[in-house]
């Protein structure tokens, strides 16, 4: 080997030698970059919010005091629940039930912190008012009489303003309105309870308005349907933002029936089409509903009905309220019957009305069920 070859192996070796020792630098720098996880009780989050100091765990492990799993403290989520007067307990106290089970700190917003009572009178002190309610993760926006919120500008500016600084909004029933209101729903797909659905559509046409989902997730800004819906949103978010082994964890410790996937709306069940008999009830006559049952594509209900003019009367009034809600007549139904049919949401759609005498005078009884036809041909009545 030449003086010229040992030359270049010694500059070659200094080389590899400078780029290991600059590669265990930046090794080091990573790893300094990256703390070692520090783990808390589940429970810790509550003695958090109570002023009270957490014990710290470096592994994970069984918490000595609750018994749960140990989690990682860097993932503890900060929820902030939105009351307000008249604020549904469901809607609050779902997502409150799923996000505290996750091992998140929980605290409570309004626009004072004087009392509110929920729709059912449950005297709450909220934790803090819109001025001094520090930042949180997820901002939950639950529904209920809503009205006090929406005609409340420091309300709407408050969560129009979370929605920039949180990682997410969700409402929860008509908490939609307020979001809507906010301007957080321009652009965006969103539900609420499904019997609101058309209205949240008509007063907000920029957004795209869904009837099918129990939650709709466009990223910062979620929405869930009704009541329980608020739930699945909520188990939706510890999937996102935690994983679905801690979400599963959770549905399973509220003994919930969890759909991942957010179906099952009510909206998706044939009863969302069925007409609403008390419409066709005469006034002050007696109605005793004993059948409502049924899935997405067949659906019944059926009871004990006065009725002192006669059944003929009583169809013939409710084939008139028929057709003016957009109902056909439909032929074969017989004396006692009438007969109906409708394209709505993109599916046809048969309804069948039936009546008879019952034992005593004046009362019979009424069976009223709807059907999805699919691709079948209808023959309208001319």
Known sequence: ?????????ARSLGALALLGSVATHAGAADMAAKPKPIYVCQMASHAHMAGQPAAEYDKPGICPTDGM?????????????????????????????????SGAAIFTVASSTDSVH????LKMTPDFDLEHAPQADIIVVPGGDVTSVIRNPKAL?????????????????????????AGLLD???????????????????????????????????????GLSSG??????????????????????????????????????????????VTEFVPKGASWERLIDHGDSSKWEVGGRIELAAGSTAFLDDSAVKMRAAGWRDMPGAGKLGRGFTKTADGKAWQVAMAIKSADEPSIYKLS???????????????
């Not at 929920?118 to 009178?121: E, M, N, R, T, V």
């Not at 408050?158 to 929860?172: H, L, P, Y």
């Open 1 to 9: 080997m030449n003086h010229r070859t040992l030359a270049f192996a």
């Open 69 to 101: 799993e140990l989690i990682d403290k860097s993932k503890r989520l900060r929820v902030a629940v939105l009351i307000f007067d008249g604020v549904q307990d469901i809607d609050y106290s779902g997502p409150m039930e799923v996000f505290g089970q």
């Open 231 to 276: 739930i699945d949103g909520a188990l939706h978010m510890v999937d996102r933002e935690l994983g679905r082994l801690r979400a599963e964890d959770v549905a399973r410790g509220m003994e919930y029936e969890w759909q991942a996937e957010g179906k099952l709306a009510f909206g998706q069940l044939a009863g969302y089409q069925m007409p609403d």
């Open 118 to 121: 929920s729709a059912w009178g």
């Open 157 to 181: 500016d408050w969560v129009r303003a979370r929605a920039g600084d949180s990682r997410a909004v969700m409402s929860v029933c008509t908490g939609a309105f307020i979001m809507g209101k």
């Open 368 to 382: 009223i069920t709807i059907k999805q036809v699919g691709g079948m041909k209808i023959v309208a009545a001319k």
């Open 187 to 225: 652009g965006q797909s969103a539900t609420t309870i499904v019997g609101a659905t058309a209205q949240l559509a008509k007063l907000f046409p920029k957004a795209k308005v869904l009837k099918d989902r129990r939650y709709v997730d466009n990223g910062k800004i979620v929405t869930t349907g």
